[in-house]
């Protein structure tokens, strides 16, 4: 079997475990270092060639995969990660960190459920993480916090291991400020974050290493660890001994909710339909069982498969062949033609999409974004998508 067929395997036997999904959004001030997060992550998990990795060609060179030119949407991609001796299927949406992208940011936060909140360790928090860190609370989405660049700290600011450690606890604690300022019922409720209780890791993404205390107490490198070898430059050993991808989704599955957790908190904040209605039950449940509810939260075109509709499906099961109808438009049925999921950044077709993941379909005609869909004719439709902008102008989108 090839590796690519090996890994289609276990993403699709994933997708049937809400218990084993985390859907995730990576948030961050612009140059803070997302997308050199997001691409290692994805090397680091075996999704794409570590090559590659920080040049956005998620592509694989496998050669059947380059044989097969197969379309890509870095914008959502998917990851498995062993963790505790079990597999779990990692989806990550990608969130454009400039300000001028808001509306995308706020996109992705629907479709999510937790988020890695970068922030660089030498500029600290930026106005862009207080807009972001906004808008996942708004969602109800759960923050985890990684402090990047602390190489810099060392190598540029010249700090000593103590200095170095203050400063990163400053970080900690101006977003643990913001966080408690934005929703202090949240925060009071186990949202502040703590470096102790593994919710904070901190680590360099262009270097390829992260540690967390948790991943400290288990592997022994320490923070002097850190320190000595970004000082002598062996950015080697610490990601060798502290890979990034492996702290970073350890922190991702153990701290970030699964679907079902995620929903029964979100769903109120999100749907203000009634909870007692067959569609309401079902989506507080994520139950692959009930009517389908899916929102719409990109549209992209595909030059195979035309238009692609992603969004996060809150119940019931998609296959092709499933009528949907898109609230707010003529009561016709859209009939999906393809019903696919993400693996890696690659899309790919099965036969039946439950309830908690990210879905990409094809057929839905009358959707944009921000729909609300159902196999039922009328639903209450999801809240409408809004973005906050700093510091308190609302713009719809
Ligand atoms: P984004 O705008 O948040 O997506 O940021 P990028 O991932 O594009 O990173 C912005 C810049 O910071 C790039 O030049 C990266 O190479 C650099 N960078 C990212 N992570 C690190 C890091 O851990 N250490 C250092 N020194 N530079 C980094």
């Keep these: 079997m090839t590796r690519r067929k090996k890994m289609v395997e276990r993403v699709t036997e994933l997708m049937d475990k809400p218990e084993r999904i985390r859907n995730i959004g990576i948030v961050a001030h612009i140059d803070h270092g997302k997308t050199t997060l997001s691409d290692n992550l994805l090397a680091g998990a075996g999704m794409i060639s570590e090559e590659l990795a920080g040049k956005q060609l998620f592509m694989d060179s496998d050669e059947e995969e380059q044989a097969r030119g197969i379309t890509i949407d870095a914008s959502n991609v998917s990851m498995v990660h062993t963790y505790a001796g079990q597999e779990y299927l990692i989806n990550m949406i990608d969130t454009p960190g400039h300000v001028d992208f808001g509306g995308d940011v706020t996109r992705a936060m629907r479709a999510v459920d937790g988020a890695v909140v970068v922030v660089d360790a030498v500029e600290g928090t930026m106005p862009q993480t207080e807009t972001v860190l906004r808008q996942a609370l708004k969602e109800g989405v759960r923050p985890v916090l990684f402090i990047n660049k602390v190489d810099r700290l060392v190598n540029e600011l010249k700090v000593d291991q ?75 050993w610490l990601a060798k001994n502290s890979p990034l991808s492996e702290v970073l989704l350890d922190m991702v599955v153990k ?137 308190v102008m609302t713009v719809a989108v």
């Design 162 to 236: 103590q200095e170095m450690q203050i400063r990163l606890g400053k970080v900690i604690d101006k977003v643990n400020k913001l966080i408690k300022g934005m929703n202090e019922k949240m925060y009071n409720d186990g949202w502040k974050l703590d470096a102790a209780k593994g919710t904070v890791a901190f680590g360099s993404a262009l270097y390829n290493w992260a540690v967390s205390v948790p991943f400290m107490q288990k592997s022994g490198v320490s923070f002097k660890d850190v320190f000595e070898k970004c000082n002598s430059g062996d950015m080697k």
């Design 255 to 391: 701290h970030l909710p699964n679907p079902t957790d995620a929903q029964k908190r979100r769903i109120p904040i999100i749907w203000h339909g009634d909870k007692e209605t067959p569609e309401g039950l079902s989506m507080m449940n994520c139950d692959p069982n009930g009517p389908a509810a899916l929102m719409v939260t990109d549209i992209s075109f595909d030059p195979h498969a035309g238009e692609v509709a992603t969004g996060r499906l809150f119940s019931g099961t998609l296959r092709r062949g499933t009528e949907l109808y898109v609230m707010g438009t003529a009561k016709r049925a859209n009939r999906l033609s393809q019903v696919g999921i993400f693996m890696g950044a690659e899309r790919i077709e099965v036969e039946a999409l439950p309830a908690g993941n990210i879905a990409a379909v094809t057929g839905l005609k009358d959707a944009i974004v921000g729909s609300t869909v159902s196999t039922m004719m009328d639903i209450t439709p999801f809240e409408a998508l809004k973005h906050y902008s700093e510091p």
